[in-house]
């Protein structure tokens, strides 16, 4: 193999390999971003289910106001009242099922709470004047999301816990309807404030774990495409090898054949390119210097000259 081939052969690796780097890094900057999305995507998801949630919650809650004389099974004994304000509730036979109690606002939060507790779900409803102390902001998170709540946000949230006790946080305001006015009326509210908000508590693992399958299959997907990229690029960057050392054997040869060849005046004997003059065995028959240099193949025969020299006026060529 001679430097010009070995120098071509280096740049041509060197290009393949800044290539397939390329590659490389456009596919980790593209893994990141999807492995980002998937993550915005779960995240996004768990506030849509606290919306939904809080919406439905709040739903209930302004339907309880409007329909006082509906019973449901009593969750748990009535709240105190701070300051002696709200309406107490009724607690009625319920036959054999137990007690009953007449809904307002106060005992359907409890009947919600409750019932969402069983699945994981921690609701509170949160307030600076609460009405009830176990409305009271209970950890440092409630306190500030309340403080932005009641300055006009529309809803805050954020990721809680760590390891495989992950929770979401979700706090979303709730507003004075006509069915609030009665108690939140003393309290100098109007219709269209904000006096509570609803703090939600769920655990985050299953948002966690579905994308962690999604970003498993991300990163497998992206491993094979780039595995397929740096294969065939290895292909092409072999095939262009070849292709060079074939274009370079060939221009050598042309070279060769083409240009001025030294040969000995008296036995016509060539030198080989590159050998030095006084060297003997540089020098090599012609049928032999085309043999090496080219794919022809070089036969003996006499012309008719060289027949009447050496056999005389009467010698013949015979073709065959």
Request: proline content about 5%; hydrophobic content about 40%.
């Amino acid at each position: 193999m001679n430097e010009p081939f070995r120098n071509a052969t280096r740049r041509i690796w060197a290009y393949i390999v800044a290539i397939g780097v390329l590659f490389a890094l456009g596919t980790a900057l593209s893994l990141m971003h999807d492995i980002r999305q998937i993550r915005e995507e779960r995240r996004q998801l768990a506030i849509s289910e606290a919306d939904v949630l809080s919406r439905t919650i709040f739903a209930i809650r302004r339907w309880s106001m409007e329909n006082d004389s509906a019973s449901f099974p009593a969750a748990q004994p009535p709240r105190s009242v701070i300051g002696g304000s709200g309406r107490p509730t009724q607690a009625v036979d319920g036959g054999k099922d137990g007690k009953l109690v007449k809904t307002d606002h106060v005992s359907m939060m409890q009947f919600i709470e409750k019932i969402l507790g069983t699945e994981g779900f921690h609701v509170h409803v949160v307030s600076r004047k609460a009405l009830h102390p176990q409305n009271l902001p209970v950890n440092d998170w409630e306190r500030v999301s309340l403080d932005k709540i009641m300055k006009g946000s529309e809803k805050e949230y954020a990721l809680g816990g760590t390891g495989g006790d992950r929770v979401f946080r979700y706090m979303g305001p709730l507003r004075v309807d006509a069915g609030c006015i009665r108690c939140h009326g003393q309290q100098g509210y109007s219709i269209g404030d904000v006096p509570n908000a609803i703090s939600i508590t769920f655990p985050y693992a299953p948002f966690e774990q579905s994308a962690l399958r999604s970003e498993r299959r991300t990163i497998i997907a992206h491993i094979f495409s780039l595995g397929l990229a740096l294969g065939v690029l290895l292909f092409l960057g072999r095939r262009i090898v070849e292709l060079t050392r074939s274009l370079q054997e060939t221009e050598r040869t042309v070279r060769t054949l083409e240009g001025i060849l030294p040969m000995c005046m008296n036995c016509h004997k060539i030198r080989k390119e590159g050998a030095a003059a006084t060297d003997q065995a540089g020098w090599v028959p012609v049928a032999e210097y085309i043999r090496d240099c080219s794919e022809a193949e070089v036969s003996h025969g006499i012309c008719p000259e060289c027949m009447r020299k050496l056999y005389g006026p009467g010698g013949s060529l015979t073709e065959g």
